[in-house]
């Protein structure tokens, strides 16, 4: 592909395309990268580490969510190309959520929808607890220090997926060592979504008579009815299983925020002021490595003077979004106060996160019950000691050595 064949401008030369190398970062730190673009313009383009040619990149917040939320943007023209990408590994399959367009999509989402609801969560809410609660009965049993993320943050998330999920006890261990795989970029991800996939193709063939309300259940129903297919299944239960992995490492960067600035410990301290807080953490914690799945343009669109032209693939950032000063003054600032906070932490349009009420309610339950149970919680380290994941699309830290009183 080359940029004079691909894109026609409306009277406006094209921004310069611009390496993004997307390195390994330590702590909360925004990628100096991403803000070189931002300043650039809103519109840039980019050529990320993997695939092939360059791609439009949308960094403030009303492209982003016009971006996100328009029929002439689409991710299943994304499947078939080598589009420049943050991950070396790239395998879209039948019936994932994140590469199929409305109305596939709808179809798609809705037979697992029903286990994501703020309802069906409120209902799972005292089983998460149980949950939360015996993992740190184990840890306040050995007493400090504790690894915090080997013994609860890692440990918690895939209880509750598994759970929402309907894992048997006996198969835990091993599914998250096949997410955990295909979320690192170290390499080994095709053989782990191999064995997950077989493991999920066997579990939802298994419940085609299921009435339970469990994802595996509602999965194996769907494809007894016709609704989906069963590889269609296999595509959408993937994702789900690894999605819950982001909460570990997102609330890792959340509570080492609240571990080294005492100002956000206090405040998380007051629980009936809390929600607002974990709100602008999610605001301002730099969840990811580079960008997300891309999208292609359907048609031309004009945006900016710039024309995407038909065939161009474009990608958002979430984190550039969440900290355009046009929506969120003063920015960089962590503002427990700020209202409104219309950040994208969560996406947006027909993609936004289908774990997102999970999410929320695993964050306000690991805050609440590690600053309940652990009084006096602080880091066993310098907070310069504390290790950073490595080569991974989701950021966080490796651990979090605390103690308390
Ligand atoms: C998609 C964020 C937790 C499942 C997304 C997207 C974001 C996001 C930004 C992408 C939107 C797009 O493609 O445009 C987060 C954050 C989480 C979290 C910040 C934790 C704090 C979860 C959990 C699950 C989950 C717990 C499931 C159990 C998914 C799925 C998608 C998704 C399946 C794809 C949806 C689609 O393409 O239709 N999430 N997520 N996420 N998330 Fe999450």
């Keep these: 592909m080359t940029e004079e064949t691909t ?30 673009l931002m300043r650039e313009g809103p519109l840039t383009r ?11 990149l949308a960094t403030r917040h009303e492209d982003v969510r016009l971006i996100t939320n328009d029929p002439r943007f689409g991710r299943a023209g994304v499947t078939t190309r080598q589009v420049t990408r943050t991950a070396p590994h790239f395998e879209p399959r039948r019936g994932s959520l994140a590469w199929a367009d409305p109305p596939d999509h709808d179809r798609l989402r809705k037979p697992v929808a029903g286990a994501f609801t703020v309802a069906a969560m409120k209902r799972m809410r005292p089983r998460a607890r149980r ?4 993992l740190v009965d184990g840890v306040v049993a050995d007493g400090p220090p504790a690894d915090l993320v080997e013994r609860v943050l ?5 209880a509750v997926v598994s759970e929402v999920m309907g894992v048997p006890a006996a ?42 309300d469990d994802v595996y259940s509602l999965l194996g129903a769907a494809v007894a009815r016709g609704e989906i297919g069963e590889e269609e299944a296999v595509g959408l239960a993937g994702p789900l299983q690894t999605g819950g992995e982001a909460v570990t490492h997102i609330c890792g960067q959340l509570l080492y925020l609240l571990l080294t600035r005492p100002e956000l410990m206090e405040r998380a301290l007051d629980a009936e002021r809390r929600v607002p807080l974990l709100d602008e953490l999610l605001r301002h914690i730099p969840h990811r490595s580079g960008v997300g799945p891309a999208r292609i343009a359907l048609e031309d669109v004009d945006l900016h003077g710039v024309r995407i032209a038909e065939g161009d693939p474009v990608y958002v950032s979430y984190l550039a979004a ?21 950040h994208l932490a969560f996406g947006n349009g027909p993609h936004f996160c289908t774990g997102a009420v999970l999410a929320r309610l695993q964050t306000e339950l690991l805050v609440d019950t590690l600053l309940r149970r652990l009084p006096g919680l602080r880091l066993a380290v310098p907070a310069e000691e504390v290790r950073w994941r490595r080569r991974t699309m989701i950021r966080g830290p490796q651990a979090l050595p605390c103690r308390w009183d």
Excluded: C, K
């Design 154 to 158: 890692e440990p918690f998330p895939v």
């Design 322 to 342: 969440n900290r355009d000063p046009d929506v969120f003054p003063d920015p960089d600032r962590i503002d427990p106060d700020r209202e409104p906070n219309p």
């Design 171 to 212: 198969d835990r261990e091993q599914v998250h060592a096949w997410t955990r795989q295909i979320l690192s970029t170290s390499g080994g991800a095709e053989a782990a979504e191999r064995g997950l996939d077989g493991w999920i193709r066997d579990t939802v063939r298994a419940r085609a008579a299921g009435t339970g």
């Design 131 to 134: 949950m939360l609660d015996a």
């Design 7 to 36: 894109t026609t401008f409306t009277g406006q030369a094209p921004p310069p395309v611009r390496d993004w190398p997307v390195p390994d970062l330590d702590g909360t730190v925004f990628d100096p990268v991403l803000a070189e």
């Design 46 to 56: 980019i050529r990320l580490p993997y695939g092939e040619g360059w791609a439009w």
